[in-house]
Nanobody, 128 residues
Framework: QVQLVESGGGLVQVGGSLGLSCAAS????????MGWFRQAPGKEREFVAA???????????YYADSVKGRFTISRDNAANTVYLQMNSLKPGEAAVYYC??????????????????WGQGTQVTVSS
């Protein structure tokens, strides 16, 4: 069992920046692909960013087209933590942001259905 706890959400102005953190329990954090997803009221959960686990693919990054160039995902395996730096935030990006983990061997790093563990989410509010 892996437990994930997000933090860093809050209120930010349009065009502002916010950094999210996700702390994971367990001793096998480095083996997991880690992803960030978000869900706004009345909308489906959508992929935001992901970073692979393992030693071969861990240098790569995956981003939704809508956030590419503005968001950055990173991880610190020694600290069992994954981060999401969000810049130039838009009103439509207000949502609950979730951290998730999946086994590195499974396919579909951008598909939330492939993830095994989820945090409770952290609210991001974008004001104008």
């Amino acid at each position: 069992q892996v437990q994930l706890v997000e933090s860093g959400g809050g209120l930010v102005q349009v065009g502002g920046s916010l950094g999210l953190s996700c702390a994971a329990s367990g001793r096998i954090f480095s083996r997991y692909d880690m992803g960030w997803f978000r869900q706004a009221p009345g909308k489906e959960r959508e992929f935001v960013a992901a970073i692979p686990g393992g030693t071969i693919t861990s240098g790569t990054r995956y981003y939704a087209d809508s956030v590419k160039g503005r968001f950055t995902i990173s991880r610190d395996n020694a600290a069992n933590t994954v981060y999401l730096q969000m810049n130039s935030l838009k009103p439509g990006e207000a949502a609950v942001y979730y951290c998730a983990a999946k086994n590195v061997a499974s396919l579909g790093i951008t598909n939330w259905k492939n993830y095994d563990y989820w945090g409770q989410g952290t609210q991001v509010t974008v004001s104008s």
